[in-house]
């Protein structure tokens, strides 16, 4: 029985000896051979993403520039690797609708600091012309359905983007007594503007101004 007990412990100290031999790696041992399926993505390269790639299939049909603008727009990327074309065009859309509704309602002085003395002028003076008349504005922004940037010049540090617009807009002009003597607010009508937005990028002033508007026929 002593025998065979150690015959035992001899079998099992021979095969601790081995496990702990060959567990080890020497540097001399065959690599595993990965399938490719095995393989760790995180190794595998990547393609650099464009900063102005759209993040969303809804995104990439429906393009952020002409590409007439395109050479002016990576200038200003160059130059100002912060601006983003997207966050832009949202803050363009807001900036429509606010100054557009500021110009209905009689109310440009909310909206001064973001309009150019000249344009702001322009502005006022339709504003008071309206007014002489009697008249008042009772217009609705329905919605804006597309806005993309058409053009893209930088002069210096001095950037200025054209944005097209194209919004369903009811318009309806009351008069004094609130009687309708123009439009309808059950047809909206679909308009085409172009605004161009101005900014130093040199400056610590992040906010961008109104400096032209215009109208596609």
């Keep these: 029985m002593v025998s065979i007990i150690i015959l ?73 690797p912060s601006f983003d074309v997207a966050r832009f065009l949202e803050g363009a859309q807001a900036a429509y609708r606010m100054i557009l509704e500021a110009f ?11 309009i150019d003395p000249e344009v702001y002028s322009t502005f006022a003076g339709a504003v008071a012309d309206r007014e002489s008349a009697g008249h008042k504005l009772d217009n609705r922004l329905v919605a804006v359905e597309q806005a993309v940037i058409a053009q893209a010049v930088l002069d210096r540090s001095v950037a200025a983007v054209t944005v097209r617009f194209e919004a369903d807009i009811a318009a309806v002009t009351r008069n004094a007594e609130g009687e309708v003597v123009a439009g309808s607010l059950s047809d909206a009508v679909q308009t085409r503007d172009c605004w161009t937005f101005r900014r130093d990028l040199a400056s610590r002033d992040p906010n961008w101004i109104l400096i032209e508007t215009d109208e596609e026929e």
């Design 8 to 80: 035992a412990l001899v079998a099992l100290f021979i095969g601790l000896r081995l496990y702990s031999v060959l567990g080890e790696r020497t540097g001399h041992e065959q690599q595993p051979i990965l399938k490719p399926a095995e393989q760790d993505a995180r190794l595998q390269p990547r393609a650099a993403a464009s900063p102005l790639a759209p993040s969303t299939a809804a995104e990439a049909q429906d393009h952020a520039y002409l590409p007439t603008a395109g050479p002016g727009v990576r200038a200003i990327l160059a130059a100002d």
């Design 104 to 114: 209905w309602n009689g109310r440009l002085e909310e909206v001064r600091g973001f």
